[in-house]
């Protein structure tokens, strides 16, 4: 088949979602069937900038390509979704959240006037309406498909996709927690900060770059860390499979995530996780006592799951071996037979 996996792309941001949908593409690929990328550029600000890229979407004729038709169009996030195609497949990573639950909170977006509010009930409007148009409607995680559920009443299966591809090994317990990550205020890094301020002997390394980047570096200098939180910044992926090696844990607790590779790359290296009560998607995979620890969004908390673990390595491994056994239960094998079954 011929198959255009689509996505929005905000200009010189790479993260999960890329990740995913390259790797999807490739994965298509492998199994003999002509796949590409297609993206438009994502701007959702200022003001009804959301709905005009929104329409950019709605405009785009991808029924065929030089001649030939495409079988199939996967669509991701919004507002790729909006995309028309007769076999339109939604796998989807998250809806525009500011519309929904993170309306009216320090990561909204829509003010009070009758224009902001006007603006995202015309978002969820549109998500009725494409989302709707789906012939079949997946979701990475239950936490995703809830939302969804929640506000637009449409049933998605759920149908998580396996982590990146690196060398995950597990070289026994190093002397760090690890926070992989972009640098958004969304995933409350901050925590982990606070964390090792409130526990002199806690280390950090937190790979990753982003928007928040410049605020977290202050906030280390500001708590006195700078010796033992190391920002390592955007990492190679053999970098990046030595961290997971050679950390002792992980830290992965954004405010509600949708999914979350995090979790996954972590137990693919044998490791636990730190998590908190509310990080949404992560708690799918990531159990208190069994494949990690769950805390609450307090940075004494997380620093007291992290010092246990350290301080108990039988357990941390077992937890990590635990996760593992997920984690290799999620394979594109079965994901792609599902996706276009």
């Known amino acids: 088949m011929r198959i ?88 989807l990573i998250h809806q525009f959240r500011q519309a ?7 990561l ?31 979701a990475t995680s239950k936490n995703v498909a809830g939302r969804l559920e929640r506000s637009t009443g449409l049933v998605a299966e759920v149908l998580p996709h396996p982590a990146q591809q690196l060398d995950y090994r597990d070289d026994g317990p190093g002397d760090f927690v690890l926070s992989v ?36 570096e202050q906030l280390g200098r500001e708590r006195g860390v700078d010796g033992r939180v190391r920002f390592a910044g955007r990492v190679s992926p053999e970098e990046l499979a030595d961290l997971y090696a050679t950390c002792f844990a992980t830290f992965y607790a954004p405010v509600d995530e949708d999914f979350g590779l995090g979790p996954y790359e972590s137990f693919l290296s044998g490791k636990p996780v730190i998590t908190a009560t509310d990080a949404g998607g992560p708690l799918d995979v990531v159990h208190d006592g069994a494949t990690g620890r769950v805390v609450a969004p307090d940075a004494a908390e997380v620093g007291g799951a992290a010092v246990w673990l350290r301080e108990h390595p039988d357990d941390a491994r077992a937890f990590g071996r635990a996760g593992k056994e997920i984690a290799e239960r999620v394979t594109w094998d079965g994901a792609i037979a599902r996706l276009l079954s």
């Open 108 to 138: 909204g977006q829509f003010g009070e006037s009758p224009e902001d509010r006007a603006t995202r009930r015309k978002v969820q409007e549109l998500d009725r309406v494409a989302l709707g148009e789906a012939t079949r409607l997946f």
């Open 181 to 216: 990550n972009r640098l958004d205020r969304a995933k409350r890094i901050d925590l982990l900060i606070e964390a090792a301020a409130a526990e002199p002997s806690l280390h950090v390394v937190v790979a990753g770059d982003g928007p928040d980047r410049t605020r977290l």
């Open 100 to 106: 929904y639950e993170l309306d009216r909170t320090e």
């Open 4 to 91: 255009a996996v689509c996505r929005p792309q905000v200009p010189f941001a790479r993260g999960g979602a890329e990740i995913f949908t390259d790797t999807l593409v490739g994965e298509l690929r492998e199994r003999g069937h002509e796949a590409e990328i297609v993206s438009v550029p994502f701007k959702w600000y200022p003001g009804a900038r959301v709905l005009t890229q929104a329409f950019t979407w709605r405009l785009l004729d991808l029924t065929e390509a030089d001649g030939k038709p495409i079988d199939l169009v996967v669509a991701t996030k919004f507002p790729s979704y909006v995309v028309r195609h007769p076999e339109k497949r939604v796998w």
